[in-house]
């Protein structure tokens, strides 16, 4: 059964900072996806990681993908306050994915100027 | 466009009342899902649909039923409400490729 995992699950940090919020998944991979949320809002896409060693940076935002590990991390670099949010990764392991997409519990990060 | 719709944004019910929320999507995406979520446990899949006229159970769908008439629409139905589904419901589509889903911007039900 594939189980996905965030660290930390809440996070405060200052403007300026650099972070990394990790997101462990328990078996085998096709696709990775990271989604923020605004407080009393909808998920937003933010990423989407296809292959091992994939990265894709949007802003400030960068994610990464290792299937060997089984870890992707999204990394902050000096973050703003307009990050505020929950991120959550999702991961799927099958080709058809439409029922087999897993959500880690979420990371809800706050910025404090 | 407007993308992904949800009706009613908010809903309180009492135990043991039904109802129905509507979710439609201008996109002409083929899959269609339902979601809730719950503090601390993400998103969680009620229903999900391939197609119009397909439906299937996910995660957790004891509770729920769901119907695609139409490709746009998705429909959930609690039959009989119970406090345990008080939660913020999301539909969300997708066009399939690498199946990113788009939101709606959810439901927040509260059953008494």
């Known amino acids: 059964e594939l189980k996905v995992e965030q660290n930390p699950l809440f996070l405060s940090m200052q403007e300026g900072k650099n972070y990394t919020i990790y997101c462990n998944y328990s078996t085998t991979s096709d696709r990775l996806y990271w989604y923020r949320q605004d407080p009393g809002k909808s998920l937003e896409s933010l990423f989407v990681l296809l292959s091992n060693g994939a990265v894709k940076q949007e802003g400030r935002l960068m994610a990464s993908l290792d299937t060997k590990a089984r870890l992707s991390t999204l990394h902050i670099t000096a973050a703003v306050h307009d990050l505020s949010a929950t991120y959550f990764c999702?991961?799927?392991?099958?080709?058809?994915?439409?029922?087999?997409?897993?959500f880690g519990p979420g990371t809800s990060l706050s910025v404090i100027p | 466009n407007a993308g992904v719709t949800q009706t009613p944004k908010f809903r309180v019910l009492k135990t043991g009342q039904s109802m129905t929320l509507l979710c439609a999507q201008d996109m002409n995406h083929e899959y269609m899902y339902w979601y809730r979520q719950d503090p601390g446990m993400g998103l969680r899949l009620i229903h999900y649909?391939?197609?119009?006229?397909?439906?299937a159970k996910g995660e957790v769908p004891d509770g729920y039923n769901v119907s695609r008439l139409k490709k746009q629409n998705f429909l959930l139905g609690l039959e009989s409400a119970a406090p345990s589904q008080t939660s913020v419901y999301f539909c969300?589509?997708?066009?399939?490729?690498?199946?990113?889903?788009?939101f709606g911007p959810g439901t927040r039900l509260t059953v008494l």
């Open positions: 969300a589509s997708t066009p399939g490729g690498t199946f990113i889903r788009f």
């Open positions: 999702a991961v799927d392991n099958t080709k058809t994915s439409y029922d087999k997409v897993i």
């Open positions: 649909s391939v197609g119009e006229g397909t439906t």
